[in-house]
């Protein structure tokens, strides 16, 4: 069974950092196409980062300059360096996979984490 377990969430103050990590189980992330999601309370699920299939990184302009993703294949994980935190940042971040093929990406996320919980304080 594919599992992407994040850890490294918590509470810092605004202007703080975190990173945040995605470990897969039973999956190879260099086969996949790997994001960053996040969900604020009584928010929908919106995407954060994701590295295109050319390898070059992809965000939503709420995050660019302060977060940067990354993966490391030999450890099958995929990374969120968050800078320059703000309240706004506070959610559950999860990350998720969906399967490659080339140069193409799967329509549909199939796989996610459990999420962990990032709280920016003001």
């Known amino acids: 069974q594919v599992e992407l377990v994040e850890l490294g969430g918590g509470s810092v103050q605004a202007g703080g950092s975190l990173r945040l990590s995605c470990a897969a189980s039973r999956l190879t992330i260099s086969s996949f196409c790997m994001a960053w999601f996040r969900q604020s309370a009584g928010k929908q699920r919106e995407w954060v980062s994701s590295i295109s299939t050319d390898g070059r990184p992809n965000y939503t302009d709420s995050v660019k300059g302060r977060f940067t993703i990354s993966q490391d294949n030999d450890k099958n994980t995929l990374y969120l360096q968050m800078n320059s935190l703000k309240p706004a940042d506070t959610a559950v971040y999860y990350c998720?996979?969906?399967?490659?093929?080339?140069?193409?990406?799967?329509?549909?996320?199939?796989?996610w984490g459990q999420g962990t919980q990032v709280t920016v304080s003001s």
């Open positions: 998720a996979a969906r399967p490659r093929s080339g140069l193409t990406c799967a329509t549909t996320w199939n796989y």
